[in-house]
């Protein structure tokens, strides 16, 4: 017979050393069109578990952080939120680690996966309180003496693309959608001229300022998903496929943009010129 006091639970073995969690900060946008009062994004967004959990083909636990309402479709409003919403003014903690936004392109049937965003060009299409963001205004927040026109994420896209289709049960990154009966997604080289561009530029250049080679940032775009509830089911497969394999890719090969010259303790940016996108999305 066991003593008094004696524990008839078994002794548990030692916990296992891991991969340290990482925390992703995830951003959708609202309504902007009479047509789509629902954005897809938002709904994408707003249902994200909040801790997806190491696994043996995901190795590192993530701690999924949304912000907490939909992002106006307004210029200004994106300028002044922006440096709130990223650190080191969040005082979100641990701060994140990676930036995912998520944006609607209401004309499109697959999910791409942007490459960067142009500094310029935003004063064609009005946002929802009828305002632009012509170049001048853009001048002054972002000197073309200290800003390139153009940012790229710093995450190698390519090797994010490839983990994003093997998550998504693709038999190689060559795969298409057409025969493999997976989700639809691609990269793209620019997110466009509207609301969606110029969050991403603005993301992109607030990292710039602080450290110019690692801009951890990531932008999906995902087509209407409001037909259906197989529609919105598939658009949230994809957003957890993509976060694993962004958290994955950072932690086996970095973020940092190997276009970055250091000279003499300075970075110099070479400008990467990338497609034009004039297509409304936001």
């Given at each position: 017979?066991?003593?008094?006091?004696?524990?008839?639970?078994?002794?548990?073995?030692?916990?296992?050393?891991?991969?340290?969690?990482?925390?992703?900060?995830?951003?959708?946008?609202g309504p902007f069109l009479l047509r789509l009062p629902r954005n897809s994004s938002w709904e994408i967004a707003s249902t994200l578990p909040a801790l997806i959990p190491s696994s043996p083909t995901n190795p590192t636990p993530i701690h999924i952080h949304v912000h907490?309402?939909?992002?106006?479709?307004?210029?200004?409003?994106?300028?002044?939120?922006?440096?709130?919403?990223?650190?080191?003014?969040?005082?979100?903690?641990p701060e994140p680690d990676v930036i995912l936004h998520i944006g609607?392109?209401?004309?499109?049937?697959?999910?791409?996966?942007?490459?960067?965003?142009?500094?310029?060009g935003?004063?064609?299409?009005?946002?929802?309180?009828?305002?632009?963001?012509?170049?001048?205004?853009?001048?002054?927040?972002?000197?073309?003496?200290?800003?390139?026109?153009?940012?790229k994420t710093s995450f190698d896209t390519s090797d994010v693309l490839a983990r994003w289709?093997?998550?998504?049960?693709?038999?190689?990154?060559?795969?298409?959608?057409e025969?493999?009966?997976?989700?639809?997604?691609?990269?793209?080289?620019?997110?466009?001229n509207f609301l969606c561009g110029f969050t991403y530029y603005n993301s992109l250049a607030h990292y710039y300022s602080i450290k110019e080679d690692e801009r951890p940032v990531a932008f999906m775009?995902?087509?209407?998903?409001?037909?259906?509830?197989?529609?919105?089911?598939?658009?949230?497969?994809?957003?957890?496929a993509l976060i694993k394999a962004l958290v994955e890719s950072k932690r086996k090969n970095g973020a940092v943009d190997p276009t970055i010259v250091h000279d003499q303790g300075r970075n110099e940016a070479r400008d990467v010129q990338v497609d034009d996108t004039t297509t409304q999305l936001g």
């Open positions: 017979m066991r003593a008094i006091g004696e524990s008839y639970a078994a002794r548990q073995p030692p916990g296992e050393e891991g991969e340290k969690p990482v925390t992703v900060l995830v951003t959708g946008f907490h309402e939909a992002i106006r479709v307004a210029y200004n409003n994106v300028a002044e939120l922006v440096p709130k919403l990223l650190p080191p003014a969040n005082l979100l903690r609607l392109a209401a004309g499109r049937k697959f999910f791409t996966l942007e490459q960067g965003a142009h500094g310029r935003y004063g064609f299409i009005p946002d929802v309180d009828g305002e632009r963001f012509p170049d001048t205004a853009a001048e002054k927040r972002f000197p073309a003496s200290k800003y390139p026109t153009v940012l289709k093997a998550n998504l049960g693709y038999s190689s990154v060559e795969g298409t959608a025969y493999e009966d997976t989700p639809d997604v691609r990269l793209s080289p620019d997110a466009g775009h995902c087509p209407d998903l409001t037909q259906s509830e197989d529609d919105q089911r598939e658009g949230w497969d994809v957003a957890v």
